[in-house]
């Protein structure tokens, strides 16, 4: 059996060797954390994004240029050759999952990563996986791969998952003082595991039982923020008929100190994780027979807001004698959420094709992502918010960027001429109240009256 106390000593005296595959918003600032004390290898396979790295860009605001620069050539070593993993103690895949063309989940980037470390994998060597899968993953389809190499997964080499928990653009909680969770798939490897994260983070580390306990919090995770997203989605959409202001409702029950957790409406889900974990359960819940009626209900009111958000621009444009046809509607937030650039799943993407779709044209402006790819193209942000709002019909606020104040927004609105605005996330608190008199004010959640 693989030596917990081998492993266990070079954790302690630093002279492990990291090896980190993939590094995208995960994979970067963990091998950057790693190699505060442990040689770390960081493995991907885009020559491009290595270039880049290698030249101290970082494209994430969670890792800065000065820091990338510190420990280049120092304790980390970029490389987009795999033979360059072979002598890593630790091998952690932070790869993504996405879901393929019938949405359903792909495991390819997984199991290229595993079929890579077969063919070098040896004795004593031990691998984690952070990406986020549905239970039964590490065991049911990568100790399979690598058990091809003739070794034996808890005897020959160590095995655990430890889902990654990072939220991008957190000014708060990064990849250092967030509690980590993991499972191995014998308790030898999860406390090996365990070890190797207690040694780099400020945060407590949590022992499961196995893989799938672990697998299954970080799934429980991103289901909860769904549902309960999907929630505030269909009560905005109830209360907005009812002719009631939905986050007057929402901060009226946070008052309450216990029973109550707030969450929002808007125009969607966007990013990696809550539009797509919550349908890697559903995919292996149906393997086990069971229908996840309610979680797939929450996939439907949550795609259903980027129409909504559609339907109340068609509504604002007719107050003004108007259609989507042959309008210029300005987007303001192509990302999926405040103050990040990621665009992944963004609501905007679908409401531009919806613009285009119904013969409108769309500008965009965001001070964070400068492009987003539609199926109509890429789109680009215009440099600044006076040239995105010109000639401009209407006005759709997807993103509540911190920049996207009150007063920001009020002088655009005021250089246009009877402005239509949607706001999706409740950045004009009082509509268009004090800023003009012949614009229509629009919000989800919102009374939808003329102002």
């Not at 003739?150 to 990654?164: I, M, N, Q, R, T």
């Not at 000014?171 to 365990?194: D, H, L, M, Q, R």
């Not at 400020?202 to 995770?221: F, G, M, N, P, S």
């Not at 559903?282 to 929450?298: D, G, H, M, N, V």
């Amino acid at each position: 059996m693989f030596s917990l106390e081998e492993l266990s000593k070079k954790i302690s005296d630093g002279s492990a060797k990291v090896g980190v595959i993939g590094l995208g918003y995960v994979g970067l600032p963990l091998a950057i954390l790693m190699s505060k004390r442990f040689k770390v290898v960081g493995f991907e396979k885009s020559k491009e994004i290595i270039e880049q790295l290698k030249n101290g860009k970082s494209p994430f605001t969670d890792v800065t240029e000065s820091l990338l620069t510190e420990r280049l050539g120092n304790t980390l070593l970029l490389s987009d050759n795999e033979k360059d993993l072979g002598d890593c103690d630790f091998l952690i895949i932070c790869v993504p999952t996405p879901l393929d063309y019938e949405k359903k989940p792909d495991l390819s980037y997984i199991k290229t990563a595993c079929r890579s470390i077969q063919t070098f994998l040896k004795k004593g060597q031990f691998v984690i996986l952070e990406s986020t899968s549905y239970p039964g993953t590490t065991e049911e389809i990568m100790i399979p791969l690598f058990e091809k190499s003739g070794l034996k997964a808890g005897e020959d080499f160590g095995v655990a998952y430890s889902p990654e928990r990072v939220d991008p653009g957190n000014k708060k909680f990064k990849v250092e003082n967030i509690p980590k969770v993991v499972g191995g798939i014998n308790e030898t490897c999860t406390e090996i595991a365990a070890k190797l994260y207690e040694s780099v983070l400020e945060a407590k580390v949590i022992r499961t039982r196995d893989c799938k306990t672990a697998e299954a919090a970080k799934i429980a995770e991103n289901i909860f923020r769904d549902v309960n997203i999907a929630l505030a989605n269909e009560l905005a959409l109830i209360f907005e008929r009812m002719g009631i202001n939905a986050w007057e409702v929402i901060d009226i029950a946070c008052t309450k100190p216990f029973g109550f957790m707030p969450f929002y409406p808007g125009a969607g889900v966007g990013g990696h994780c809550i539009p797509l974990d919550p349908l890697y359960l559903s995919y292996q819940a149906k393997k086990y027979e069971f229908i996840p009626r309610f979680i797939e209900l929450s996939g439907e009111i949550n795609d259903f807001m980027p129409i909504h958000t559609i339907n109340l621009l068609i509504e604002g444009l007719k107050r003004v004698n108007k259609k989507i046809t042959k309008s210029t509607i300005t987007i303001f937030g192509i990302a999926y959420k405040r103050d990040v650039k990621d665009t992944r799943e963004s609501p905007s993407r679908i409401i531009i094709e919806q613009i285009i779709s119904s013969g409108g044209n769309a500008k965009i402006f965001d001070p964070f992502a400068k492009e987003i790819e539609t199926k109509y193209g890429k789109y680009k942000s215009e440099k600044d918010a006076e040239q995105a709002v010109k000639n401009s019909d209407a006005i759709v606020i997807v993103v509540d960027h911190t920049i996207f104040t009150e007063e920001f927004l009020s002088n655009l609105i005021k250089t246009m001429d009877e402005p239509v605005i949607v706001d999706c996330k409740n950045v004009l608190k009082e509509g268009l109240k004090g800023i003009c008199e012949d614009g229509i004010y629009l919000g989800i959640g919102k009374p939808n009256h003329s102002e």
